[in-house]
């Protein structure tokens, strides 16, 4: 198996599994199309996807160490099938609706202008992560750990405080009807 070092992949198309190579280090893809791409057993490390399609691709023991997503369409994505390993992502101006990080362990993480509509984070250790200019709509967190989390600019959020550890998480005044909708409570 092969490793890529510091390459820049520019508008390819990945149907298939990749085979030939095992380890990318470093690497940008730009432009590239993975839909529904086998990407298993694999490794990136310090690797950047810009203005990537990765839906419905599966990540079933890749390892993404460092791996920042930006303008990526990542729909219906099982990131909770990634390796636990070093497993550290970014994502700005990305669409990741749909997509799955259940049980999985995301501290300090960064969502920025993303849209994480239907997305699951039950269970999911979200501690001090930032969720700026994030739509939340329908997002489900269920027994997370939010400590911490920042949620200002967010909106749409939906989510029970009785349900989830929420200690010192930032919120705005937007984002109460969101921590209240359980008890149907007509806010003006």
Same mark, same amino acid.
């Given at each position: ?47 950047? /996807? $810009?203005?990537? +399609? #990765?839906? &419905? ?6 390892? !993404?160490?460092?791996?920042? *997503? ?60 930032? /969720? $700026?200019?994030? +739509? #939340?709509? &329908? ?6 750990? !939010?400590?911490?989390?920042? *949620? ?37």
């Amino acid at each position: 198996m092969e490793e890529l070092v510091e390459q820049t992949i520019t508008k390819q198309t990945f149907t298939d599994e990749l085979k030939l190579v095992r380890e990318f280090y470093k690497c940008t893809f730009e432009q590239c199309d993975f839909q529904n791409a086998v990407l298993v057993d694999l490794i990136f490390t310090n690797c950047e /996807f $810009k203005a990537c +399609n #990765l839906s &419905n691709v599966s990540l079933k023991s890749t390892q !993404l160490d460092h791996v920042v *997503f930006n303008h990526c369409k990542i729909l219906g994505v099982q990131f909770n099938e990634c390796s636990s390993f070093s497993f550290h992502v970014n994502f700005s101006n990305s669409i990741l609706d749909y997509s799955s990080f259940f049980e999985r362990n995301m501290k300090k993480f960064l969502f920025e202008n993303c849209s994480l509509q239907h997305v699951d984070f039950e269970k999911a250790n979200l501690q001090q992560t930032i /969720f $700026k200019n994030t +739509n #939340l709509l &329908n997002a489900r967190f269920v027994q997370s750990n !939010l400590e911490g989390c920042d *949620f200002r600019s967010s909106i749409n959020i939906q989510l029970d405080p009785e349900t989830n550890r929420m200690k010192k998480s930032k919120f705005g005044q937007e984002q109460l009807p969101g921590l209240l909708f359980k008890y149907q409570l007509a806010i003006d």
